[in-house]
């Protein structure tokens, strides 16, 4: 499996405010998946981040609410843009492996915004 | 788009004590994963499922594919306190691509 890493692993933001998260895997993967988990709630798909090409947004996420980089194999960012108090989530990278049949995750960003 | 319910909600059991959850889609799946969540963790695979039918084990825990492809089990055996935590589901449908859709999850609780 790949060993994923984010950063920050929490933050508290004003609202207003933009946060960028960082999210680093330890080998080249074709695809890369942002989910954003709200408290008590699931996992819910905001986009998946292809090197080299614009990212794929799920239904009702927006690419100027959150922006996406993916400038490499091995790296991915993803901002939270004019945040709100229902921005205030834990946001997850995801990667694939095994022709992407599985996916592996990262510790997780816990947003609170203020 | 795909819908997953999973059950139960949530689960309190005695250590020692087996454990079943489930989870049912609204269309065929040809992926099912099963992973657990800590507190203040992400997610962590425990089992992943590939063909109608197949079942696979991990240590204690039992997972099957449904052969409608619309369903998938999780069976922990002998629970141990370390087993708490809340437990989620995922399927990747034929249409969906790398995308998974998960379950609401399952909260699973094990008193000493």
């Known amino acids: 499996s790949a060993v994923i890493s984010q950063k920050p692993s929490r933050d508290i933001c004003q609202r207003g405010t933009s946060l960028t998260i960082q999210c680093q895997v330890d080998?080249?993967?074709?695809?890369m998946f942002w989910y954003r988990q709200q408290p008590g709630q699931s996992l819910t798909l905001i986009a998946t981040?292809?090197?080299?090409?614009?990212?794929?947004?799920e239904s009702g996420f927006v690419i100027d609410k959150f922006p996406i980089s993916r400038p490499n194999l091995t790296f991915s960012t993803l901002t939270v843009s004019n945040m709100s108090p229902e921005d205030s989530s834990i946001y997850l990278c995801?990667?694939?492996?095994?022709?992407?049949?599985?996916?592996?995750f990262g510790q997780g960003t816990r947003l609170t915004v203020v | 788009g795909q819908q997953l319910n999973q059950s139960p909600q949530s689960m309190f059991i005695q250590e020692g004590e087996d454990v079943s959850m489930n989870c049912t889609s609204s269309?065929?799946?040809?992926?099912w994963l099963w992973y657990k969540q800590d507190p203040g963790e992400g997610p962590v695979l425990l089992i992943a499922l590939y063909k109608a039918g197949e079942l696979t084990s991990n240590g204690r825990l039992t997972a099957q594919f449904g052969i409608t492809r619309k369903d998938s089990f999780l069976n922990i055996s002998a629970s141990i306190p370390s087993d708490v935590g809340i437990y989620f589901c995922?399927?990747?449908?034929?249409?969906?691509?790398?995308?998974?859709?998960f379950g609401e999850g399952t909260q699973l609780t094990v008193n000493p």
């Open positions: 995922a399927g990747r449908g034929e249409t969906s691509g790398s995308r998974l859709t």
């Open positions: 269309s065929i799946f040809n992926t």
């Open positions: 995801s990667v694939g492996a095994r022709s992407d049949t599985e996916a592996f």
């Open positions: 981040a292809n090197q080299g090409s614009e990212a794929t947004y």
């Open positions: 080998s080249q993967v074709t695809m």
